[in-house]
């Protein structure tokens, strides 16, 4: 049993195949009582030694509705103290190892470091120090709360990366040499923090999720009314304080699910129907100042090493699972395109252009497009002065009809294809030789600086395409699919 200081105390973790790890220690306090809705403030010191061997508490958060139970397992954890994070390193005794923090995603409301899929095992095992982090989630993390600072997920975050600059060096890590990787919402938040320019790290993995989403703070109003009314409460801090998180769960559960289902603008607001997500981080004028790709074109983020990429067919998730690529008809793809504030031309053209698919096809491509590969291509170029490389993954699942979908590189990049998280997306037999590439990959770049390929460069656009087959460098993969996104 391996015994470190940290700033606040004590832990002691557990050892097993060359690999301490320490879990669930606290970076903040619980998120409750008086400091619940406020900004991270730091936990309470201990004495003696605190017991770091299991999974911290979870933040509050809905279950994933079927059949996402099943694709995309969702632990939870009892408690309160969920403002904590894991740590696993080779040797606690170490200096100057090269450190990698993962922000997990979860479209802001899901998710947590307890998931088996995010076990940084491997990457301790290949001689990088890992951590995963928690945070506030949904209505906690947030909502606009008047009475409340915004963004109080965020803030966790950047509070997390703080703590693991102030205690890393005390697991064999070295604080100038950190990674910040994440997916979906955690990709969204990595570029959201490159944008920051918070010198907290210095190399950044954005996967399938860049710089676009951002939401006004009118919009993020109108959802904090839309639930407060439905709980029959004042739509401010101390009305939702008055309700225990698990009242309050449901009701935003509901709402998600109809903002992603219609993405209205006139009754959600532009900002948020163009996400599709009811909660995400606010434009606030303070932690969160600028949209994070306008940012990043200007400049901001520019010492920051960056790998970013996306998954051929990321919305075949959303589709897929429930039925409702089979339902949809031309009519319907329309009028999710308007809503998604997308002209109406660029679904014609895809429809000419993918004669041969079915109306759900051609809906999960114009918004894998959309959503996910015009974004990360746009913050690729913004940020192509500096050390910059982009990635696609194309390995499609036998599983159901998800193909290359969202969530399904994780496995590969974790190096734990045996969990039993990565069978849901990636069926019972994955190709462990592509695990073997990715894996490798990304800890080439938090090691060296370079994954292993030509940069991406606004004229050649050289782009891996893990398809775990040839895994080719590509220039301009679907080059005229993305030209489209260019005017828009």
């Known amino acids: 049993m391996d015994t470190v200081q940290t700033t606040y105390g004590r832990v002691r973790g557990s050892r097993a195949g060359g690999v301490s790890a320490f879990l669930g220690i606290p970076y903040a306090a619980p998120p409750v009582g008086v400091n619940r809705f406020q900004a991270p403030r730091p936990p309470q010191p201990w004495d003696g030694v605190r017991e770091t061997v299991a999974f911290?508490?979870?933040?509050?958060?809905?279950?994933?509705?079927?059949?996402?139970?099943?694709?995309?397992?969702?632990?939870?954890?009892?408690?309160?103290?969920?403002?904590?994070?894991?740590?696993?390193?080779?040797?606690?005794?170490?200096?100057?190892?090269?450190?990698?923090v993962w922000i997990h995603g979860g479209a802001f409301?899901?998710?947590?470091?307890?998931?088996?899929?995010?076990?940084?095992?491997?990457?301790?095992?290949?001689?990088?120090?890992?951590?995963?982090i928690n945070y506030r989630l949904g209505v906690e993390g947030f909502a606009n709360l008047p009475g409340a600072p915004l963004n109080r997920g965020l803030r966790d975050q950047i509070f997390a990366l703080e703590w693991v600059r102030d205690n890393i060096a005390a697991f064999g890590g070295d604080p100038g040499q950190i990674t910040v990787f994440g997916e979906s919402a955690g990709a969204m938040s990595v570029t959201t923090l490159l944008s920051l320019?918070?010198?907290?790290?210095?190399?950044?993995?954005?996967?399938?999720?860049?710089?676009?989403?951002?939401?006004?703070?009118?919009?993020?109003?109108?959802?904090?009314?839309?639930?407060?009314?439905r709980l029959g409460i004042e739509p401010t801090a101390e009305g939702f304080a008055a309700l225990d998180p698990a009242d309050i769960i449901p009701v935003q559960a509901a709402v998600a699910a109809e903002v992603s289902a219609l993405p209205d603008p006139n009754r959600w607001g532009r900002t948020t129907a163009a996400a599709a997500m009811s909660l995400m981080p606010v434009l606030d004028g303070d932690v969160y100042p600028r949209r994070a790709e306008d940012a990043i074109a200007d400049g901001a983020g520019r010492d920051v090493d960056l790998l970013i990429g996306y998954t051929?067919?990321?919305?075949?998730?959303?589709?897929?699972?429930t039925g409702l690529a089979a339902a949809l008809t031309p009519?319907?793809?329309?009028?999710?395109?308007?809503g998604f504030g997308i002209e109406h031309g660029?679904?014609?053209?895809?429809?000419?252009?993918y004669q041969d698919s079915a109306p759900g096809e051609v809906l999960a491509q114009i918004i894998t497009d959309s959503f996910f590969r015009a974004p990360a291509n746009r913050v690729a170029?913004?940020?192509?002065?500096?050390?910059?490389?982009?990635?696609?993954?194309?390995?499609?699942s036998p599983v159901s009809e998800l193909g290359a979908c969202h969530a399904l590189e994780l496995g590969f990049v974790f190096d734990n294809l045996g969990k039993p998280d990565a069978a849901g997306l990636a069926g019972p037999n994955p190709p462990q030789s592509l695990a073997d590439?990715?894996?490798?990959?990304?800890?080439?770049?938090?090691?060296?600086?370079?994954?292993g390929w030509a940069r991406f460069e606004p004229g050649s656009r050289m782009v891996k395409v893990y398809d775990g087959e040839s895994n080719a460098v590509v220039a301009d993969p679907r080059g005229d699919d993305r030209k489209l996104w260019e005017k828009h």
């Open 56 to 100: 911290g508490p979870t933040a509050p958060k809905p279950g994933y509705p079927k059949p996402y139970d099943a694709l995309l397992p969702d632990p939870v954890v009892p408690g309160e103290d969920c403002l904590n994070l894991n740590v696993w390193t080779p040797d606690p005794g170490a200096a100057g190892l090269p450190v990698m």
């Open 109 to 132: 409301r899901n998710g947590s470091g307890a998931v088996t899929i995010y076990d940084g095992t491997n990457f301790a095992r290949d001689g990088v120090v890992c951590v995963s």
């Open 197 to 229: 320019d918070l010198g907290l790290f210095h190399r950044a993995i954005a996967q399938s999720g860049a710089g676009s989403i951002a939401q006004s703070p009118e919009d993020a109003m109108l959802i904090t009314k839309e639930m407060a009314t």
């Open 312 to 321: 051929s067919e990321e919305f075949r998730l959303f589709l897929m699972p």
């Open 331 to 338: 009519e319907l793809v329309d009028f999710a395109v308007t």
């Open 346 to 353: 660029i679904s014609a053209t895809y429809r000419d252009r």
């Open 381 to 396: 170029e913004y940020h192509a002065d500096s050390p910059t490389w982009m990635y696609e993954f194309a390995w499609r």
């Open 437 to 451: 590439a990715m894996h490798k990959a990304w800890l080439d770049f938090a090691v060296h600086g370079d994954p």
